[in-house]
């Protein structure tokens, strides 16, 4: 089956710094990658999309230049948390799948849990 | 956007027991998936289903499209079977997803 990895599964930092998370698709060619972040106890919440090669579409009230999103090949987007700080902590989940029409599963990672102290 | 709901939040099962998730949406979709959220936060792929029904091992689904609805059925409970059932869907490409069902199976 297809299998999405992400890493790191857990990361620390302190106020201020950048955080780089990594998405792969391992088995297949994912042309749409998607951002998540969940809150205790709260459901998914739509980041962004990227698309390979492509500028990332980030939802409404999603600060871009604060959550930088490169999709650089068909199995690798990077989601960064710039000058992170407390109020960034969350759990980031990544999706992808291997078409357009979304009319495809969505494949998730396993997540990353951010805190930010 | 689309707006889904599922009910019940929660639920309390003894093992062995049947149950039904329901999941509400309000227009068409082309997409609609069930997952599984363990402990550890994996979201686990349960059902692809738009339409139709199908069917894993215990677990089954049904979706009726026309009437905006989609079902989740897991019969014979387990301890494994706790954590979170999430239901989303998408009219284009973007999943928006269902504030969840939280199931406990009670040895």
């Known amino acids: 089956g297809a299998v999405v990895s992400q890493h790191p599964s857990r990361v620390i930092c302190k106020s201020g710094t950048s955080v780089k998370i990594e998405c792969r698709s391992l088995?297949?060619?994912?042309?749409?990658m998607f951002w998540y972040r969940q809150f205790p106890k709260q459901s998914l919440m739509l980041m962004a999309t990227s698309n390979e090669g492509s500028k990332a579409t980030y939802e409404q009230g999603v600060e871009k230049d604060k959550f930088l999103i490169n999709h650089a090949s068909l199995t690798l987007s990077t989601l960064t948390v710039t000058s992170a700080h407390p109020e960034d902590s969350s759990f980031y989940i990544c999706s992808a799948t291997p078409g357009t029409s979304g009319r495809e599963t969505q494949y998730f990672g396993p997540g990353t849990r951010l805190l930010v102290l | 956007g689309i707006q889904v709901e599922q009910s019940p939040p929660d639920l309390i099962l003894q093992e062995g027991a049947n149950s039904t998730l329901r999941c509400n949406f309000s227009?068409?979709?082309?997409?609609l998936q069930w997952f599984h959220q363990n402990p550890w936060g994996q979201l686990i792929n349960l059902f692809y289903i738009p339409s139709g029904t199908k069917q894993n091992g215990r677990l089954s689904a049904t979706t009726v499209a026309t009437e905006r609805y989609s079902l989740l059925y897991i019969s014979s409970s387990q301890t494994t079977d706790s954590g979170v059932y999430f239901c989303a869907v998408a009219d284009d490409y973007k999943l928006s997803f269902g504030a969840g069902t939280t199931v406990t199976v009670r040895a």
């Open positions: 088995d297949f060619q994912a042309t749409t």
């Open positions: 227009d068409s979709v082309n997409n």
